[in-house]
DNA sequence: CTGTTAGCGCATTCAT
DNA sequence: ATGAATGCGCTAACAG
């Protein structure tokens, strides 16, 4: 493998030179600048970013920690994660916790290692004791502290427009159904939205809401559905319960939508271009993304404003409502 | 940021006596050994990856290149890759190639920039004329040249399986719908697969078999099954195929399974403990990422035999096919 | 404009 | 068993 030096005795010139032209910094003369570039295509030189890494205590490289990238809405955020940081010339590192605060420790200590210049995390435990406030650090609907820097989408707004838009189609009788994880999440805000709209349009409700690991999820929401036989609208804490409920209706020989309508929330499809599997509640994920990434690149150039970040939801028509009404 | 040196100072020993006790080489007295250990946990000193991979010319980072991670057959590669490289102590970078020559060419460049240890990929270039034959390389169905390490299911069973079971269930007439790439992948043993079995069978089938990107792939698969209305069985090239011919036979008003059934080909789940979304020949995911990552290491460790590894696939009953047969 | 030089943090000789 | 010295490839500061 060529190095520098290399290139330097080919052209006949210093190192110094040869760095100059290979990061467009200083002034080299156009006559030089050529042999230099000529050097470094005969000898099919490539930079070493260790060694630049290692010099500029800069690597270009942000790691993403999700739960995991085996789900459309992480993969989906990845992607654009990933496709955001490459625009900027940084690379990603993947590291899936699967929801392991043991792995998130890990992954903390091995991107320090690996001198990340930033974080954008999906996480539960709480990092940000963990990890050196010097690390640009961004998170995901999960508002640790004040000073971290934080990218959700309107969850609160989420529970309000599946409300109003269950009532527009005709229902009487609302269900939220869902569940939460034991650490603070911004999404939890979705019940609260859904019960503040609720109360104000003066729609009788009832809900289930349990805490995170369920063990028999289709046989509460079964229990539910027998307990509260005239809900005939849902709005589903994720569109992966709306599935479950989906599944449930389905052995219950109940019908959505005709009977029953159905809105989840996320938005997820399983690949571009695919459409959702729901009516859902998308949240704008290639913006939160795009979000996620300028944060933190900013914070890395150490010119960014510390805040949250909310990105409005939108109402997504799918098969689990009825669409023959007024818009 | 604490360096080896200041462990150093602060221990009362040399650098080497440290970088001894980190990497457990050489004999170190344990009395020194324990005092070392006591500076580093004081100084909560981080080892520099940087200065390692510089210096050793090894950075325990392999690359993975796929086309997109927004898709769930690559988004659980992804994850089963990663999972196997972290049990290494193998970091994973992410690269989204979008099937797009150029960008997968920018990637190759970026990763030898960065060092990696080696490549594993499922691209569509020749990236192996572009791929210096130092940097080991597990490609993934695609089998470039003989010197390639390739890992593969068995694609030509997998064609075979399904006519074996759409048989088995009843069905007459079998069509074949699948669309293939512009490059020679191993894919395409699977209509290969499916006809001869078919043959085999003596049962009749037609083919509706186009290049990639398809205009209007459902529309495609209408024109298909109105020319063949006796079809009774599809096998699908891909999951994500055999969706959109359940989308056109829905607008056909031709039930699933009852009419008509259709097995898929991949396996492809949106999440882990989910299930399959339609019938299908399903690919061992985690065994091909597993096989590939011990590739790659071997490779990387120069003691790999290069070959072609193929796994075999399964059939997996889903909605799309009756289940009342005899098995 | 350009050549030379001093580290960046670490692993590894080579002495001791 | 351990300390000192060398260099991995690069950038930046300095001297010309």
């Known amino acids: 493998m060529a190095t520098m030096k290399d290139v330097a005795a080919l052209a006949n010139v210093g190192v110094g030179t040869v760095s100059r032209v290979l990061n467009d910094s200083g002034a080299v003369k156009e006559s030089t600048r050529r042999k230099v570039q000529a050097a470094m295509k005969e000898l099919n030189y490539i930079p070493n970013a260790y060694a630049r890494g290692l010099k500029m205590n800069k690597t270009y ?46 992954y903390i200590q ?8 930033g974080i954008i995390g999906i996480t539960y435990s709480d990092l940000d004791n963990f990890v050196s406030s010097h690390l640009p650090f961004v998170t995901i609907d999960r508002h640790f502290k004040e000073e971290t820097v934080c990218v ?3 969850n609160f707004q ?45 729609i009788p409700y009832a809900i289930y809401d349990e805490m995170d690991p369920v063990l028999d999820l289709l046989a509460g929401i079964k229990t539910f559905f027998e307990k509260h036989p005239d809900v005939d609208g849902v709005f589903a804490h994720t569109d992966f319960i709306a599935l479950d409920i989906l599944e449930v ?30 009516s859902t509640i998308r949240q704008p994920v290639d ?15 150490g ?25």
């Not at 940081?85 to 929801?99: G, T, W």
């Not at 019908?255 to 159905?262: L, W």
């Open 158 to 202: 989420a529970g309000q427009l599946a409300v109003e838009k269950l009532v527009e189609k005709g229902c009487r009788k609302l269900g939220y159904i869902g569940t939460h994880s034991r650490f603070p999440s911004e999404t939890t805000k979705r019940r609260a939205g859904f019960v503040e709209q609720a109360e104000r349009m003066n």
């Open 152 to 154: 959700t989408s309107d």
């Open 249 to 278: 209706l389905d052995a219950m020989e109940r019908h959505v939508p005709e009977e029953i309508q159905i809105i989840g929330c996320d938005g997820i499809k399983m690949e571009a271009g695919r459409r959702q599997i729901v």
């Open 61 to 106: 490289t942000v790691a993403l920690i999700i739960p995991t990238i085996w789900h459309p809405f992480f993969s989906e955020f990845a992607y654009y994660v990933e496709r955001n940081l490459s625009e900027h010339k940084f690379k990603m590192l993947l590291c899936n916790s699967d929801v392991s605060n043991e792995k998130e420790l890990e």
């Open 303 to 327: 010119e960014a404003v510390k805040e949250k970040i909310t990105l409005p939801v939108t109402y997504i028509e799918g098969p689990t409502t009825k669409n023959n009404c007024v818009k």
């Open 287 to 301: 913006l939160m993304a795009q979000a996620a990434v300028k944060k933190i690149i900013e914070l890395i150039d």
């Open 110 to 117: 091995m991107v320090q290692e690996n001198k990340v210049d």
